[in-house]
């Protein structure tokens, strides 16, 4: 998980083929930081890295072809500072 990550909500299933995990957390860094943490790690993992941004609301999504695995990153900042992130993943890590 990312430095400084201070989980707010988890949950997620392993059941079949709709293994899901889903993590709402906030983090101290920057929001630029955040994002540009989840694209290396990412990218280093094989996954495609897409970003969209429309004001402060930011979204990190792709796709690892080998193994149908996607991931979600929702990334905005946080009131008391620093970056509220939401992550989606199925599969990988």
């Known amino acids: 998980m ?7 909500e988890a949950g997620g299933t392993s059941s079949g ?3 899901l995990r889903v993590a709402s957390f906030t983090t101290d860094l920057p929001l630029q930081t955040a994002l540009d943490w989840y694209y290396t ?3 280093d993992a094989g996954y495609t890295a897409e970003h969209q941004a429309e004001g402060d609301d ?6 690892r072809a080998r193994d149908d695995a996607a991931y979600v990153v929702f ?3 946080a009131k008391q500072g620093g970056t509220a992130i939401e ?3 199925n599969r990988g890590a």
């Not at 990312?2 to 707010?8: G, S």
């Not at 930011?58 to 796709?63: A, S």
């Open 2 to 8: 990312i430095p400084n990550a201070r989980l707010v």
């Open 41 to 43: 790690r990412a990218t």
């Open 58 to 63: 930011h979204v990190l999504g792709g796709t």
């Open 75 to 77: 990334l905005k900042p």
């Open 87 to 89: 992550l989606i993943a």
């Open 17 to 19: 083929s709709c293994a």
